[in-house]
Structures are given as C-alpha cells and as structure tokens.
T-cell receptor
C-alpha cells in the first residue's frame, strides 16, 4: 500500500526557469493538498484540490504559482519564473473523500533556486 | 522532561523518560487537532489526532490532551527512545474549512543517551 509519492525529491532551477512538482496521492484518496516549508519553520498551506477542481487556493501566491489535479495522472504544482525566495521544501498530502479526514504527507520536493 | 510556555524550540530528554510537548492554538473554532512527527529530510508523519468533543486520546506510547478552555494541546511520549528524535508539530483544522491545516512552529525533541 504505497503512500503519497512525490517527484522529483530534489529540484534545482536557475532564476527565471519553471519548476514542476508532481504528487501522486495514496490509493483511494481523492483530495490533494500542497504545503510549503521553509527551514526551521512549520508547513504553510497553499492549495487544496479535488479531481479537476481547485477547492481552496487561499495560500497560493497570486502570481507565478498554479496547481492542478487532472482526472488522470498526478497533481502538479507549477512555479513559473522562479526566484530565490521560492527555495523551500514543498509537501503534498492526500486524504480520503470524507471531509475533514486525516491528511497523509509525501516525502516532499526540495526546490533550490540558484 | 516538559516544556512550558509557547513555542519552546528544543526539548532535551533522557532516554527512557517521558516527554511532554506543549502547544497553544489560537482559533477557538478549530475542532480537529493533529500531532505530526517530522524527521530530518522527511515529510510529516501522522502520530495521533483528537477531536474537540474529547479531552484525551491514547495511542501506542503517546497520549494527546486537549484543554479547550485555555486552547492548549499536549503530546506525551512514554519511555522516550532515540527513534523519537524529531521535530513535532501540532496542527489544527478550522471548522468549515476541511482543507486547511494550520501548523504550529514545532518543537525539536532530542534524546540524551
């Protein structure tokens, strides 16, 4: 029973490039969440998605960031024109369809912007 | 060992002793609380949760206590082991927003041999 999977685990980009982070939820989970974590800090909510729908994106920066969870395939967090301040660990979590159920986290993608 | 006050960043505990990690939350509307353990380089790992209609819940070697009056949450780890070394986060979920988990700043637990 595989857990939440994220890839790549480490991603290095130069300023101005695009970063694409992928997340495959646990089997049977239809809710996906993205969080960002800076060193020595807690996780900050970014966006909550269900299949083909963005439910809550209140934590997403207004520009350059977007997320999707298509009918088929993994959820994608996309960061355009990355800047150094985007360097962080990005975690994906998933939960079953029941509202308010526990979220289980993936291993994260560590993005470094040079 | 026990930490007091808000957001004490590091707790050092003798192996075999009990650990108590405290957390204060701010939103009185939160009705679901979770403790996560995060080891270096890994994602948060679910430990135990509690809903607001309870004040205590026990798991294997862990107990969570909830005091809604003072908006305080604690995690007790019995017979602390070296493998318990990690950062521990309390998290709360907001009523009406099943999506958004709000994480506390975390407490680093280190174990003395």
């Amino acid at each position: 029973n595989a857990g939440v999977m994220q890839n790549p685990r480490h991603l290095v980009r130069r300023r101005g490039q695009e970063a694409r982070l992928r997340c495959s939820p646990m089997k049977g989970h239809s809710h996906v969440y993205w969080y960002r974590q800076l060193p020595e800090e807690g996780l900050k909510f970014m966006v909550y998605l269900q299949k083909e729908n963005i439910i809550d994106e209140s934590g997403m920066p207004k520009e350059r960031f977007s997320a999707e969870f298509p009918k088929e395939g993994p959820s994608i967090l996309r960061i355009q024109q990355v800047v150094r301040g985007d360097s962080a660990a990005y975690f994906c979590a998933s939960s079953p369809p029941r509202v308010g159920d526990t979220q289980y986290f993936g291993p994260g993608t560590r993005l470094t912007v040079l | 060992g026990e930490n007091v006050g808000l957001h004490l960043p590091t707790l050092s505990v003798q192996e075999g002793d009990n650990s108590i990690i405290n957390c204060a939350y701010s939103n009185s509307a939160s009705d679901y609380f979770i403790w996560y353990k995060q080891e270096s380089g890994k994602g948060p790992q679910f430990i135990i949760d509690i809903r607001s209609n309870m004040d205590k819940r026990q798991g294997q070697r862990v107990t969570v206590l909830l005091n809604k009056t003072v908006k305080h949450l604690s995690l007790q780890i019995a017979a602390t082991q070296p493998g318990d070394s990690a950062v521990y986060f309390c998290a709360e979920n907001t009523v009406g927003s099943a999506s958004k988990i709000i994480f506390g700043s975390g407490t680093r637990l280190s174990i003395r041999p």
